[in-house]
T-cell receptor
Framework: NAGVMQNPRHLVRRRGQEARLRCSPVKGHSHVYWYRQLPEEGLKFMVY????????ESGMPKERFSAEFPKEGPSILRIQQVVRGDSAAYFC??????????FGPGTRLTVL | GDSVTQMEGPVTLSEEAFLTINCTYTATGYPSLFWYVQYPGEGLQLLLK?????DKGSNKGFEATYRKETTSFHLEKGSVQVSDSAVYFCALSSSLGGSNYKLTFGKGTLLTVNP
């Protein structure tokens, strides 16, 4: 079985550009979570989505960040007008319900 | 809010040495506690968990006991192998208001085991 897939694995953007991070959950999983790991910190919860719905976005910055999980296709975390402080590792996880979360390998975003 | 503090790394051990990685937490209520492991180039994998006080989680020779009195969940293994080299994360999930999906992580501890 394929696990959670994230792409790209590494992404370099210049300040002011947009970053799009993709997450394909485990087949059959309808719950997706995004976490961010800033340098020298632990993973921090950003957002929890079910198909076509945002359930909890309490950990996501109000400006420039958005997330979606459409009926078809991967979940997308979008960061507009990136700044250097957005440089981090972004992890996606999925679950079939409210139990064990299966994590992807992460996307390392570097903002120049 | 909830927080997890774990031992700073990196930790370097010889094969067959005893491993302890300390983890303490602050949380409201009665969280569930987890250890995740991340091997190079891979996603985090659940290593073990405990859902209530005095529970012991165990897997692959690793174990950790949920100690409510000391708010700790230290990871131990009696004899490490080179293949245990990875980053280890301690985490908790909130017990409040249906938000138990929200995991709070420590910073991670890099373990390197030399032959």
């Amino acid at each position: 079985n394929a696990g959670v897939m994230q792409n790209p694995r590494h992404l370099v953007r210049r300040r002011g550009q947009e970053a799009r991070l993709r997450c394909s959950p485990v087949k059959g999983h309808s719950h997706v979570y995004w976490y961010r790991q800033l340098p020298e910190e632990g993973l921090k919860f950003m957002v929890y989505l079910q198909k076509e719905n945002i359930i909890d976005e309490s950990g996501m910055p109000k400006e420039r960040f958005s997330a979606e999980f459409p009926k078809e296709g991967p979940s997308i975390l979008r960061i507009q007008q990136v700044v250097r402080g957005d440089s981090a590792a972004y992890f996606c996880a999925s679950s079939p319900g409210l139990e064990e979360q299966f994590f992807g390998p992460g996307t390392r975003l570097t903002v120049l | 809010g909830d927080s997890v503090t774990q031992m700073e790394g990196p930790v370097t051990l010889s094969e067959e040495a005893f491993l302890t990685i300390n983890c303490t937490y602050t949380a409201t209520g009665y969280p569930s506690l987890f250890w995740y492991v991340q091997y190079p180039g891979e996603g985090l994998q659940l290593l073990l968990k405990a859902t209530k006080a005095d529970d012991k989680g165990s897997n692959k020779g690793f174990e950790a006991t949920y100690r409510k009195e000391t708010t700790s969940f230290h990871l131990e293994k009696g004899s490490v192998q080179v293949s245990d080299s990875a980053v280890y994360f301690c985490a908790l999930s909130s017990s409040l208001g249906g938000s138990n999906y929200k995991l709070t992580f420590g910073k991670g501890t890099l373990l390197t085991v030399n032959p």
